[in-house]
């Protein structure tokens, strides 16, 4: 492959499609993509997860401008599929942890800081962790589990 003259650049989005399964449990059975609507910004580098009462959210993610975001927003799946906004995060951040536990969000680290932060659902608020993370420089693209 010859990559002469190829600028990388990070790609954007904001959009999003959902797998719609049929109704037969057949191992053939496909699905079809259908559109969602979009987002309100352009992400790249934002994680997700599934709130504790089955909304889709997305966190952070640099902009179209490479520049991160503290942008937030969770996506209603009820037939009239649209996006809400929630709080922003306190932390700027792209390529972080981000786990659902108990009614709560957490997200870690990114490639801007080394912050923790904890997304109370019920309350509709965001929480410094009184600590960072153990390191002395940014943790980029980090990973989760949940065990």
């Known amino acids: ?12 989005a904001i959009s999003a499609e959902i797998l719609d399964l049929p109704e037969q449990e057949s191992p053939s059975a496909g699905g079809q993509w259908r559109p969602l609507p979009r987002m309100s910004v352009e992400r790249f580098g934002g994680t997700s997860c599934v709130l504790s009462d089955g909304r889709f959210a997305v ?15 969770a996506l209603t799946l009820d037939g009239g599929e649209r996006w ?3 709080p922003p995060m306190y932390e700027r951040r792209s390529g972080f942890a981000c786990a659902a ?24 608020r965001w929480r410094r962790f009184p600590r960072n ?8 693209f980090m990973g989760c589990a949940l065990l």
């Open 1 to 12: 492959m010859d990559f002469q003259g190829f600028e990388p650049s990070w790609i954007t």
């Open 59 to 73: 966190f952070g993610g640099r902009n179209e401008a490479d520049i991160p975001t503290a942008s937030c927003e």
């Open 84 to 86: 809400q906004q929630l």
């Open 101 to 124: 536990v108990g009614g709560c969000v957490i997200v870690a680290g990114g490639d801007s800081t080394i912050t923790v932060e904890v997304y109370e659902e019920a309350l509709g």
């Open 133 to 140: 993370l153990p390191h002395d420089t940014e943790l980029s």
